[in-house]
């Protein structure tokens, strides 16, 4: 399946390589966002089909904060992407299974987003609706960040 994706990286020559990964695999890049601010927005205005975000962003707002924004206004799955075994002063992605490690090969970003899609629709055919914004739960420090797959760099 193509999905309409909006990629969040604030290193543009990171952004850039994710670009053509994409297309290669098939899908549509719709936009493009260096900061969390800027995902939030661009998120709303593109609608996107997945967001593949960065958890370290330049700005005031980081790639969890940005996907719990743009979660709470609709349901959308976030692939998040680090090169940090723990974010500075952030909940550690591996609290969002399934989870893989950046740099990433190709194939392992394709599994990664077919499993993405697949439970947004899995959760749509089920009638699931999106989680309360200010969830409880443990696993994600009290953030609803919904649908997510975490990519971390383990060499780092």
């Known amino acids: 399946m ?3 994706i909006l990629v969040v990286e604030d290193e543009s020559i990171i952004q850039l390589d994710l670009q053509q990964q994409l297309r290669r695999l098939g899908h549509s890049v719709i936009g493009s966002a260096a900061s969390g601010e800027e995902a939030v927005l661009k998120a709303a205005e593109l609608n996107p089909d997945l967001v593949l975000m960065d958890v370290s962003l330049a700005g005031q707002m ?3 904060e940005a996907a719990a924004q743009i979660r709470a206004a609709r349901q959308v799955p976030i ?3 680090t090169a ?3 974010p500075r002063g ?5 609290a969002l299974n399934p989870y893989l490690a ?3 090969r190709s194939v392992e970003l394709k599994m990664a987003i077919d499993e993405a899609l697949a439970n947004l629709d899995a959760d749509a055919s089920a009638g699931a609706k999106p989680a309360k914004s ?9 953030r609803n960040i919904g649908d997510a797959v975490g990519i971390e760099d383990r060499d780092y």
Not at 134 to 142: E, F, L, N, V
């Open 102 to 104: 950046k740099p990433f």
């Open 2 to 4: 193509a999905a309409r």
């Open 62 to 64: 980081n790639g969890i």
């Open 134 to 142: 200010g969830s409880d739960d443990p696993a994600t420090g009290g």
């Open 84 to 86: 940090h075994h723990t």
């Open 90 to 94: 952030e909940q550690h992605p591996s």
């Open 79 to 81: 692939l998040f992407l």
